[in-house]
Every structure is written in structure tokens, then in C-alpha cells.
């Protein structure tokens, strides 16, 4: 019940992230900031939150930017440094300790299931997973810990991560900014919220169909190639 709760909640967060961030403003004034960089840097640097609205938020900020609410090239400051931080203390943690959760089949801090398709999209994509995890919620999380682990040299990572924070922070604030305040879309954050969660999802969903496609079609390929086992008949 707890459990189920607290997924509640954090739906509710999200789908409402533009009027809670409207009322930390009201109470925090510029201490929102703070706040701000604290979520994409927990999101970011930590493994057990992977679950935070990294998205939803810097699009939601951008679009409160527009209307004076917020400092926007003070919030692009914010966010790329809590990202690049996050992502680079990310990193050591899997440096240190990640050979051995690996190991583990159950862990009560991590979850493995997390870190195999992290791990598994790595292998598929190389150093640009660095890049391509940053936009996909759940895996960006554990993108930094993954290349830890030993499948990354780190000035490389730092490279990836910087092409990537940058590209994620400027494309979702630039977002918010300018469509958030229209009329329509003003009306319908809910809805593009939600829209916004489907579209990350997208590249991790479609990679996972097609490795499950092509799994399938092996068995019948393997079948229309048998081997001769007789002489040849003239």
C-alpha cells in the first residue's frame, strides 16, 4: 500500500510539476534554484532515484522561465551542473563498487534488472550510449554507473557526458521556453507531460522490439540452412 502510494504521488508530481514548481517559487523564492539542482543532480548522480522527472522539469522550468518566473540562462547553469556533477560522481561509484553488484543477483539499493539493460544498451551503442542515455528516462540514471564499472576510460566519458548534458539540458529548456506558454499546450500540460515520457521511451522501446524481432528470425534462418548430410543425388 505504501508502495503503491508513493507511485501516486510521483505521478501526481509530474503531471502537477508546473504548479508545485510555481508554489517552491511563492515559498523558496531563489532557493528554488537549489531545489532544481538538487533533482537532476539525485536523478542524475544517484542510481536509487532513477525514477525522478528529470524531463518534465527542465521543459516545465523553461516554460515558467518565459513568463519571468525564472532566470532562463540561470536555470540552463543549474541544470548542466547538476547534470555533469551528478553524472561524474555517477561514474565513480560505479568505478568503485559496481564489479561487485553486478555479482549480486538481488540487490536492496539497486536493481539489477536496471543495471543489466543499462549495461546490455551500453555494449549495443558504445561511447554514444553516454550521449543516447541521456535522453531516455530510467537509463541515463545508470548510463554514468554502467561506464564505471570499467566500460568507459574516463576522460572519454567526460567527453560523451558533456555532448550529451548539453544537447538534453538546451533541447528541453529551448522546449518549455518557447511552447510552454501557448495556449494550447498551456492547457493541456498533462497531456504533454505524459507525451513527453512516451517519446523518451521510444528509442529504448523500438531497440527492444527489434533485438527481440531479429532473436526470432534466427531459429528460421538457421532451419532453411541444414547442412547435407547425404550424397548428392544427379
Known amino acids: 500500500m505504501t508502495c503503491m ?31 532544481l539542482f538538487t533533482i537532476i543532480f539525485c536523478e542524475t548522480g544517484l542510481v536509487v532515484f532513477p525514477y525522478l522527472p528529470g524531463d518534465s522539469l527542465i521543459f516545465a522550468a523553461g516554460a515558467l522561465a518565459a513568463i519571468g518566473l525564472f532566470n532562463p540562462w540561470a536555470l540552463f547553469v543549474v541544470f548542466v ?26 540487490s536492496r539499493l539497486f536493481s539489477k534488472k536496471h543495471l543489466d539493460s543499462a549495461h546490455e544498451f551500453y555494449q549495443k551503442h558504445g561511447g554514444k550510449t553516454v550521449v543516447i542515455a541521456r535522453f531516455i528516462p530510467i537509463i541515463r540514471t545508470f548510463a554514468p554507473f ?24 538546451s533541447l528541453m529548456l529551448s522546449l518549455g521556453f518557447v511552447f510552454g506558454n501557448i495556449p494550447y499546450v498551456k492547457d493541456h500540460l498533462e497531456t504533454v507531460f505524459v507525451a513527453i515520457i512516451i517519446i523518451s521511451f521510444l528509442p529504448l522501446i523500438g531497440g527492444i522490439l527489434y533485438d527481440r524481432l531479429k532473436k526470432r528470425s534466427r531459429p528460421k534462418a538457421s532451419k532453411t540452412r541444414r547442412p547435407k548430410t547425404g550424397p548428392s543425388e544427379e
Do not use: C
Not at 564499472?149 to 567527453?159: L, N, Q, T
Open 146 to 169: 554502467v561506464a564505471g564499472v570499467g566500460a568507459m576510460k574516463y576522460r572519454k566519458f567526460v567527453v560523451f557526458e558533456m555532448i550529451g548534458t548539453f544537447s538534453w539540458v
Open 81 to 106: 551542473a547538476a547534470a555533469m556533477i551528478g553524472d561524474n560522481l555517477n561514474y565513480w561509484i560505479g568505478h568503485m563498487v559496481g564489479p561487485k553488484i553486478f555479482k549480486q543477483e538481488k
Open 5 to 35: 502510494t508513493s507511485i501516486m504521488d510521483l505521478i501526481n508530481f509530474i503531471l502537477h510539476i508546473s504548479d508545485y514548481l510555481k508554489d517552491l517559487i511563492q515559498q523558496f523564492g531563489a532557493w528554488t534554484y537549489l531545489i
